[in-house]
């Protein structure tokens, strides 16, 4: 089916790892984002690429790092995973006129220890 | 600061009542207004989106509405449904280019059978 598809579901990590999350859309859409959802807390933005080529900062970007690889595929990095970066992460894409919703993937759980 | 509030945090109802969610938001400039449903361990999925003219606008047995002038937005569920069960999460984009989304922290309505 088409949509967002998000590797891993589920990760633990240790307090000093690294790790990359992967995203991939297969609709051809121009823009991709990187969410993180904590509970009581509405989505907050990381980091977002308008288009291939191009990434810029969200509302919380700190101590992560994203590359757009191509127009399908946009990774988010944690270079040294912190307790702080226990969250979900959603993955979402759209197409760059503003009438357009997001497509989400289905989640990242991600628990640093 | 843009800001989405919404209430109640959560709600239980019996499979077949009827229940309203509601959003303020103090967000400028206003774009439009969007309502995403988000099951447990999946992404949200868009129900609805309104303009700034818009003041209801209805997908099957969801039924949203807009007063721009006190920056407010419901989301009215009719007879609900044991698949009704789920976080309903407000969204409001804060400029004309589709890339500042504010997002509600959610209401998560739990419907018994």
């Known amino acids: 089916n088409a949509g967002v598809t998000q590797t891993p579901k589920f990760q633990v990590l240790k307090t000093g790892q690294s790790m990359t999350l992967q995203c991939a859309q297969d609709m051809n859409h121009n823009s991709m984002y990187w969410y993180r959802q904590d509970p009581g807390m509405g989505l907050r933005l990381i980091y977002y690429s308008a288009s291939e080529g191009t990434t810029d900062k969200g509302e919380v970007p700190n101590g992560y790092n994203v590359s757009r690889l191509n127009k399908r595929e946009f990774s988010l990095r944690l270079e040294s995973a912190a307790p702080s970066q226990t969250s979900v992460y959603f993955c979402?894409?759209?197409?760059?006129?503003?009438?357009?919703?997001?497509?989400f993937g289905s989640g990242t759980r991600l628990t640093v220890v | 600061k843009n800001q989405v509030e919404q209430s109640p945090q959560s709600l239980i109802i019996l499979e077949g009542k009827n229940c309203t969610l509601q959003?303020?938001?103090?967000?400028?400039?206003?774009?439009?207004l969007r309502w995403y449903k988000q099951d447990t361990g999946r992404g949200p999925v868009s129900l609805t989106i309104?303009?700034?003219?818009?003041n209801t606008k209805s997908n099957g047995r969801y039924t949203a509405t807009l007063d721009a002038d006190t920056k407010q937005s419901s989301l009215h569920i009719t007879a609900s449904q044991l698949s009704d069960s789920a976080s309903y999460i407000c969204v409001v984009t804060a400029d004309n280019y589709g890339q500042n989304f504010v997002f509600g922290p959610g209401t998560r309505l739990s419907v018994l059978p």
């Open positions: 979402a894409s759209s197409e760059a006129e503003y009438n357009y919703g997001y497509t």
């Open positions: 309104m303009t700034f003219s818009e």
């Open positions: 959003c303020n938001y103090t967000v400028s400039p206003f774009s439009n």
